[in-house]
Protein backbone atom coordinates (compact mmCIF):
# COMPACT_ATOMS: atom_id res chain seq x y z
CA UNK A 1 0.00 0.00 0.00
CA UNK A 2 1.10 3.64 -1.04
CA UNK A 3 1.34 5.91 1.63
CA UNK A 4 2.45 9.40 1.65
CA UNK A 5 3.27 11.29 4.39
CA UNK A 6 4.30 14.78 4.31
CA UNK A 7 5.90 15.58 7.33
CA UNK A 8 3.82 15.14 10.69
CA UNK A 9 5.79 17.57 12.34
CA UNK A 10 5.45 21.18 13.37
CA UNK A 11 2.76 23.29 15.08
CA UNK A 12 -0.31 21.63 16.15
CA UNK A 13 -3.15 22.34 14.01
CA UNK A 14 -6.97 23.74 14.36
CA UNK A 15 -8.25 25.07 16.81
CA UNK A 16 -6.06 25.19 18.24
CA UNK A 17 -7.12 26.44 19.34
CA UNK A 18 -8.66 23.26 20.10
CA UNK A 19 -6.58 20.31 18.83
CA UNK A 20 -5.28 17.10 21.19
CA UNK A 21 -8.28 17.08 23.55
CA UNK A 22 -10.16 13.75 24.24
CA UNK A 23 -13.30 12.77 23.43
CA UNK A 24 -14.39 13.20 26.77
CA UNK A 25 -13.95 17.08 26.60
CA UNK A 26 -17.13 17.23 24.78
CA UNK A 27 -19.51 15.68 26.88
CA UNK A 28 -17.60 17.84 30.00
CA UNK A 29 -20.61 19.72 31.93
CA UNK A 30 -19.43 23.08 33.06
CA UNK A 31 -21.59 24.51 36.32
CA UNK A 32 -21.71 27.70 38.29
CA UNK A 33 -22.41 28.84 41.40
CA UNK A 34 -22.96 31.55 43.68
CA UNK A 35 -21.63 31.18 47.13
CA UNK A 36 -23.15 32.79 50.50
CA UNK A 37 -19.91 34.93 50.08
CA UNK A 38 -20.79 36.19 46.64
CA UNK A 39 -17.99 34.48 45.44
CA UNK A 40 -18.30 33.31 41.64
CA UNK A 41 -17.66 29.35 40.99
CA UNK A 42 -17.43 27.67 37.94
CA UNK A 43 -16.32 24.49 36.15
CA UNK A 44 -14.16 24.24 33.19
CA UNK A 45 -13.63 21.52 30.32
CA UNK A 46 -10.91 19.48 32.65
CA UNK A 47 -13.47 19.30 35.67
CA UNK A 48 -11.52 22.06 37.78
CA UNK A 49 -13.36 24.38 39.83
CA UNK A 50 -12.39 27.88 39.71
CA UNK A 51 -13.81 30.40 42.22
CA UNK A 52 -13.79 34.35 41.58
CA UNK A 53 -14.41 37.66 44.47
CA UNK A 54 -16.76 38.84 41.74
CA UNK A 55 -16.81 38.64 37.67
CA UNK A 56 -13.32 38.86 36.47
CA UNK A 57 -12.76 41.86 34.12
CA UNK A 58 -9.21 41.65 33.14
CA UNK A 59 -8.98 38.62 30.82
CA UNK A 60 -6.48 37.22 28.62
CA UNK A 61 -7.32 34.64 25.82
CA UNK A 62 -4.69 32.77 24.36
CA UNK A 63 -7.15 31.67 21.07
CA UNK A 64 -9.09 33.90 18.93
CA UNK A 65 -12.36 31.88 19.28
CA UNK A 66 -12.67 32.84 22.71
CA UNK A 67 -11.88 36.28 22.22
CA UNK A 68 -14.46 36.08 19.73
CA UNK A 69 -16.74 34.25 22.62
CA UNK A 70 -16.14 37.23 25.19
CA UNK A 71 -16.62 40.14 23.02
CA UNK A 72 -20.04 38.51 21.38
CA UNK A 73 -20.83 38.01 25.32
CA UNK A 74 -20.57 41.98 25.73
CA UNK A 75 -17.22 41.42 27.67
CA UNK A 76 -13.78 42.33 26.62
CA UNK A 77 -9.72 41.31 27.22
CA UNK A 78 -6.83 42.86 28.22
CA UNK A 79 -4.82 40.44 26.85
CA UNK A 80 -5.01 38.39 22.87
CA UNK A 81 -2.88 36.17 20.96
CA UNK A 82 -0.12 36.89 19.43
CA UNK A 83 -0.51 37.42 15.53
CA UNK A 84 1.77 38.72 13.01
CA UNK A 85 -0.91 40.24 11.14
CA UNK A 86 -4.17 42.46 12.27
CA UNK A 87 -6.37 41.28 15.25
CA UNK A 88 -9.00 38.69 14.10
CA UNK A 89 -11.46 40.57 16.67
CA UNK A 90 -11.24 44.13 15.57
CA UNK A 91 -12.74 45.20 18.95
CA UNK A 92 -9.57 43.50 20.73
CA UNK A 93 -7.30 45.26 18.37
CA UNK A 94 -5.68 47.31 21.21
CA UNK A 95 -5.13 44.34 23.77
CA UNK A 96 -1.50 43.51 24.58
CA UNK A 97 -0.28 39.80 22.86
CA UNK A 98 0.53 37.37 24.84
CA UNK A 99 1.75 34.69 23.09
CA UNK A 100 -0.76 31.56 22.02
CA UNK A 101 -1.96 28.10 23.45
CA UNK A 102 1.64 26.98 21.99
CA UNK A 103 3.90 29.64 24.14
CA UNK A 104 2.30 31.84 26.67
CA UNK A 105 4.37 34.91 27.44
CA UNK A 106 4.21 35.15 31.41
CA UNK A 107 5.48 38.27 31.43
CA UNK A 108 2.93 40.38 29.86
CA UNK A 109 0.16 38.22 31.78
CA UNK A 110 2.15 39.22 34.91
CA UNK A 111 2.20 42.62 34.14
CA UNK A 112 -1.07 42.66 33.15
CA UNK A 113 -2.71 41.98 36.40
CA UNK A 114 -5.20 39.47 34.85
CA UNK A 115 -8.10 37.56 36.86
CA UNK A 116 -8.39 34.92 34.28
CA UNK A 117 -6.69 33.15 31.31
CA UNK A 118 -8.63 31.13 28.76
CA UNK A 119 -6.59 28.54 27.34
CA UNK A 120 -6.77 24.61 25.76
CA UNK A 121 -7.38 21.30 27.38
CA UNK A 122 -5.01 19.50 27.68
CA UNK A 123 -2.81 21.80 25.79
CA UNK A 124 -2.28 24.18 28.62
CA UNK A 125 -2.38 21.83 31.23
CA UNK A 126 0.98 22.05 32.03
CA UNK A 127 0.90 25.54 32.32
CA UNK A 128 -1.36 25.82 35.17
CA UNK A 129 1.19 26.09 37.89
CA UNK A 130 2.99 29.05 36.17
CA UNK A 131 0.31 30.74 35.84
CA UNK A 132 -1.25 30.44 38.92
CA UNK A 133 2.23 31.41 40.17
CA UNK A 134 2.37 34.96 39.00
CA UNK A 135 -1.81 35.19 40.96
CA UNK A 136 -3.88 34.41 37.49
CA UNK A 137 -6.29 31.44 37.16
CA UNK A 138 -6.29 29.12 34.03
CA UNK A 139 -10.13 28.32 32.97
CA UNK A 140 -9.32 25.20 30.21
CA UNK A 141 -11.62 24.82 27.29
CA UNK A 142 -11.66 23.27 24.04
CA UNK A 143 -13.39 23.45 20.57
CA UNK A 144 -12.88 20.10 18.81
CA UNK A 145 -16.77 20.20 17.84
CA UNK A 146 -19.58 22.83 17.55
CA UNK A 147 -21.20 21.47 20.29
CA UNK A 148 -17.68 22.67 22.31
CA UNK A 149 -17.99 26.23 20.86
CA UNK A 150 -21.44 25.83 22.48
CA UNK A 151 -20.46 24.76 25.76
CA UNK A 152 -17.52 27.42 25.67
CA UNK A 153 -20.53 29.94 25.42
CA UNK A 154 -22.36 28.55 28.51
CA UNK A 155 -19.34 28.72 30.54
CA UNK A 156 -17.91 32.01 29.53
CA UNK A 157 -21.28 33.38 29.60
CA UNK A 158 -21.94 31.83 33.31
CA UNK A 159 -18.04 33.70 34.43
CA UNK A 160 -19.29 36.94 32.76
CA UNK A 161 -22.80 36.56 34.49
CA UNK A 162 -24.43 36.90 30.85
CA UNK A 163 -26.29 33.40 30.83
CA UNK A 164 -29.31 34.62 28.84
CA UNK A 165 -26.77 36.73 26.18
CA UNK A 166 -25.12 32.96 26.00
CA UNK A 167 -28.63 31.46 25.43
CA UNK A 168 -29.23 33.49 22.51
CA UNK A 169 -26.00 32.81 21.05
CA UNK A 170 -26.81 29.15 21.26
CA UNK A 171 -30.09 29.54 19.92
CA UNK A 172 -28.58 31.06 16.81
CA UNK A 173 -25.93 28.52 16.08
CA UNK A 174 -29.02 25.89 16.23
CA UNK A 175 -30.98 28.00 13.81
CA UNK A 176 -28.49 27.76 11.64
CA UNK A 177 -27.35 24.30 12.20
CA UNK A 178 -31.27 23.52 11.44
CA UNK A 179 -31.23 25.80 8.29
CA UNK A 180 -27.62 24.10 6.97
CA UNK A 181 -29.09 20.73 7.55
CA UNK A 182 -32.83 21.08 5.78
CA UNK A 183 -32.94 20.34 2.26
CA UNK A 184 -30.14 18.18 1.77
CA UNK A 185 -30.90 15.12 -0.33
CA UNK A 186 -28.61 12.57 -2.51
CA UNK A 187 -25.55 11.87 -2.46
CA UNK A 188 -23.12 13.46 -0.31
CA UNK A 189 -20.30 15.16 -1.94
CA UNK A 190 -16.83 13.32 -1.12
CA UNK A 191 -14.26 16.06 0.35
CA UNK A 192 -10.35 15.80 1.51
CA UNK A 193 -10.18 17.59 4.89
CA UNK A 194 -6.16 19.32 4.31
CA UNK A 195 -4.51 21.33 7.37
CA UNK A 196 -1.40 22.01 6.37
CA UNK A 197 1.83 24.04 6.77
CA UNK A 198 4.81 24.25 4.22
CA UNK A 199 6.14 20.28 4.13
CA UNK A 200 3.27 19.05 6.57
CA UNK A 201 -0.10 18.02 5.58
CA UNK A 202 -2.46 16.10 7.63
CA UNK A 203 -5.85 14.91 7.03
CA UNK A 204 -8.50 16.09 9.36
CA UNK A 205 -11.02 13.12 11.06
CA UNK A 206 -14.55 13.46 11.85
CA UNK A 207 -13.06 14.35 15.47
CA UNK A 208 -11.90 17.56 14.29
CA UNK A 209 -13.85 20.70 14.51
CA UNK A 210 -13.18 21.08 10.56
CA UNK A 211 -14.36 17.68 10.02
CA UNK A 212 -17.52 18.10 12.15
CA UNK A 213 -18.28 21.12 10.19
CA UNK A 214 -18.20 19.21 6.97
CA UNK A 215 -20.53 16.85 8.49
CA UNK A 216 -23.22 19.26 9.63
CA UNK A 217 -22.66 20.60 6.32
CA UNK A 218 -23.62 17.62 4.32
CA UNK A 219 -20.41 16.53 3.15
CA UNK A 220 -18.80 13.09 3.35
CA UNK A 221 -14.61 12.93 4.89
CA UNK A 222 -13.58 10.34 3.03
CA UNK A 223 -10.91 10.10 5.78
CA UNK A 224 -13.32 9.32 8.61
CA UNK A 225 -11.99 6.22 8.96
CA UNK A 226 -8.35 7.12 8.56
CA UNK A 227 -6.37 5.94 11.55
CA UNK A 228 -5.41 9.18 13.88
CA UNK A 229 -1.79 10.27 14.69
CA UNK A 230 -1.07 9.92 17.97
CA UNK A 231 0.15 13.59 18.76
CA UNK A 232 -2.45 15.12 16.65
CA UNK A 233 -5.73 12.62 17.59
CA UNK A 234 -7.99 15.13 14.97
CA UNK A 235 -5.58 14.16 11.95
CA UNK A 236 -4.12 11.49 10.05
CA UNK A 237 -1.71 10.63 7.63
CA UNK A 238 -2.72 11.54 4.05
CA UNK A 239 -2.97 7.98 2.09
CA UNK A 240 -2.12 8.71 -1.35
CA UNK A 241 -3.74 4.94 -2.72
CA UNK A 242 -6.80 5.55 -0.61
CA UNK A 243 -7.57 8.80 -1.55
CA UNK A 244 -7.15 8.13 -5.02
CA UNK A 245 -9.89 5.01 -4.40
CA UNK A 246 -11.88 7.23 -2.84
CA UNK A 247 -11.82 9.88 -5.78
CA UNK A 248 -12.92 13.33 -4.08
CA UNK A 249 -14.77 15.70 -5.79
CA UNK A 250 -13.74 18.51 -3.27
CA UNK A 251 -10.10 19.12 -1.72
CA UNK A 252 -10.14 22.18 0.60
CA UNK A 253 -7.13 22.99 2.58
CA UNK A 254 -7.06 24.69 6.10
CA UNK A 255 -3.63 26.44 7.62
CA UNK A 256 -2.89 29.31 10.30
CA UNK A 257 -0.99 31.29 7.70
CA UNK A 258 0.23 31.79 4.25
CA UNK A 259 -2.97 29.87 2.33
CA UNK A 260 -1.05 30.67 -0.65
CA UNK A 261 2.27 28.85 0.09
CA UNK A 262 -0.04 26.31 1.44
CA UNK A 263 -1.75 25.68 -1.71
CA UNK A 264 1.09 25.87 -3.98
CA UNK A 265 3.14 23.57 -1.38
CA UNK A 266 0.50 20.85 -1.58
CA UNK A 267 -0.25 20.78 -5.63
CA UNK A 268 3.74 20.71 -6.02
CA UNK A 269 3.35 17.75 -3.79
CA UNK A 270 0.41 16.39 -5.82
CA UNK A 271 2.17 17.06 -8.98
CA UNK A 272 4.77 14.47 -7.81
CA UNK A 273 2.17 11.87 -8.15
CA UNK A 274 0.49 11.68 -11.43
CA UNK A 275 -2.37 9.40 -10.03
CA UNK A 276 -3.71 12.66 -7.69
CA UNK A 277 -4.47 14.16 -11.88
CA UNK A 278 -7.08 11.45 -12.16
CA UNK A 279 -9.18 12.90 -9.05
CA UNK A 280 -12.26 14.37 -9.92
CA UNK A 281 -11.14 17.64 -7.56
CA UNK A 282 -8.19 18.24 -9.47
CA UNK A 283 -10.09 17.52 -12.56
CA UNK A 284 -12.75 20.36 -12.18
CA UNK A 285 -10.16 22.84 -10.33
CA UNK A 286 -11.71 22.52 -7.13
CA UNK A 287 -9.18 22.76 -4.57
CA UNK A 288 -10.13 25.68 -2.46
CA UNK A 289 -8.11 27.42 0.48
CA UNK A 290 -10.81 27.89 3.41
CA UNK A 291 -10.56 31.28 5.70
CA UNK A 292 -7.88 30.24 8.02
CA UNK A 293 -10.33 32.78 10.52
CA UNK A 294 -13.12 30.43 10.05
CA UNK A 295 -11.25 26.59 9.91
CA UNK A 296 -7.56 27.05 10.80
CA UNK A 297 -9.17 28.02 14.08
CA UNK A 298 -11.96 27.87 16.88
CA UNK A 299 -14.07 30.87 14.56
CA UNK A 300 -16.17 31.34 18.03
CA UNK A 301 -19.43 32.57 17.36
CA UNK A 302 -18.35 32.93 13.67
CA UNK A 303 -18.87 28.93 13.22
CA UNK A 304 -22.49 30.24 11.37
CA UNK A 305 -19.98 31.97 8.87
CA UNK A 306 -18.12 28.76 8.22
CA UNK A 307 -20.68 26.23 7.93
CA UNK A 308 -22.58 28.75 5.41
CA UNK A 309 -19.05 29.07 3.14
CA UNK A 310 -18.33 24.70 3.66
CA UNK A 311 -22.62 24.72 2.36
CA UNK A 312 -21.77 26.97 -0.61
CA UNK A 313 -18.66 24.87 -1.47
CA UNK A 314 -20.59 21.82 -1.16
CA UNK A 315 -23.57 23.20 -3.68
CA UNK A 316 -21.09 24.08 -6.09
CA UNK A 317 -19.80 20.54 -6.48
CA UNK A 318 -23.43 19.03 -7.29
Request: with cysteine.
Amino acid sequence: MAILLLGAAGCSPGPSTGSGATAATSETKQSVTNTADTKLSVQDFAGRSLTFPTVPTKIAALSNGEVDIIYALGGKVVGRPTSAGPAAVKEAAGAEQIGSTHGIDLEKIAALDADVVLGNHPLNTKDIPSVEGIGSKMLLTSANSIDDIKKQIVLFGQLLQKEDKARELNESIEAKLKETGSGTTGPKPRVLLVYGAPGTYMAALGNSLSGDILAKAGGENIAADYPKLENYPQYAQLNTEKIIQSNPQLVLLMSHGNPEKVKDGFLKEMQQNAAWNSLDAVKHNRVEVLPSDLFGTNPGTRIIEALDRLKALLQAVK
